[in-house]
């Protein structure tokens, strides 16, 4: 089974910290995901990354960044943390299908990041 | 960019009853996903749809692939209470958006025992 972890359930930080949410898979996957998870707003694409040290800006990537070093870590990073990145984050990975039809993402469990 | 619409927003029903949810596109996908998150988890692949037309069935859930391949539907029947969850449609183009899916917003489903 495909296995993606995440660093922390629950995170609290303070205005204005650096915060480093980590997400690891152990399926050799290509692609990886950030999303934040609001109620009512769905799942909204923050970064994406297509293979190592390859990245994509999602829909909402304004106050965060990412690093793929390695193909099982994605990270992603709040340079400086604000209220109104207070959310559920998601991390997923994705292997391409054979025939490149398949879209399957495998989630972690998340991070509940609260900003004071 | 791309937008799911997908409905109905939440659903409160009680246990033996059977729950349909749907989402429609303006674009055309080749692959409609349909994915279940349990509270404080993150979502899980119920069912995936290849092909137009596809009917597909997991034990008492039913997906549907629409024959324009703007829409799918969800199907579950003779809920149970662990049916509780947020349930999300997704939407897959394999030759743009590489490797992206295009999420709905979720139906939040509530079952009373």
């Known amino acids: 089974d495909v296995k993606v972890t995440q660093s922390s359930r629950y995170l609290v930080k303070r205005t204005g910290e650096k915060v480093f949410l980590e997400c690891v898979q152990d399926?050799?996957?290509?692609?990886m995901f950030w999303y934040r998870q609001d109620p009512g707003l769905g799942l909204r694409l923050i970064y994406f990354s297509y293979d190592v040290k390859m990245k994509e800006k999602g829909d909402i990537p304004e106050g965060y960044s990412v690093s793929r070093e390695k193909k099982e870590r994605f990270s992603l990073i709040l340079e400086s943390a604000s209220t109104n990145q207070t959310s559920m984050y998601l991390c997923?990975?994705?292997?391409?299908?054979?025939?490149?039809?398949?879209?399957?993402?495998?989630f972690g469990p998340g991070t509940r990041l609260t900003v004071l | 960019g791309q937008q799911l619409n997908q409905s109905p927003q939440s659903m409160f029903i009680q246990e033996g009853e059977d729950v349909s949810m749907n989402c429609t596109s303006s674009s055309i996908f080749n692959t409609w996903l349909w994915y279940k998150q349990d509270p404080g988890e993150g979502p899980v692949l119920l069912i995936a749809l290849y092909k137009a037309g596809e009917l597909t069935s997991n034990g008492r859930l039913t997906a549907q692939f629409g024959i324009t391949r703007k829409d799918s539907f969800l199907n579950i029947s003779a809920s149970i209470p662990s049916d509780v969850g947020i349930y999300f449609c997704?939407?897959?183009?394999?030759?743009?958006?590489?490797?992206?899916?295009?999420f709905g917003d979720g139906t939040t489903l509530t079952v009373k025992p």
């Open positions: 997923a990975s994705r292997r391409p299908g054979a025939s490149g039809n398949s879209g399957e993402q495998f």
């Open positions: 399926m050799d996957h290509e692609n």
């Open positions: 997704a939407g897959h183009q394999a030759i743009t958006n590489a490797g992206k899916s295009t």
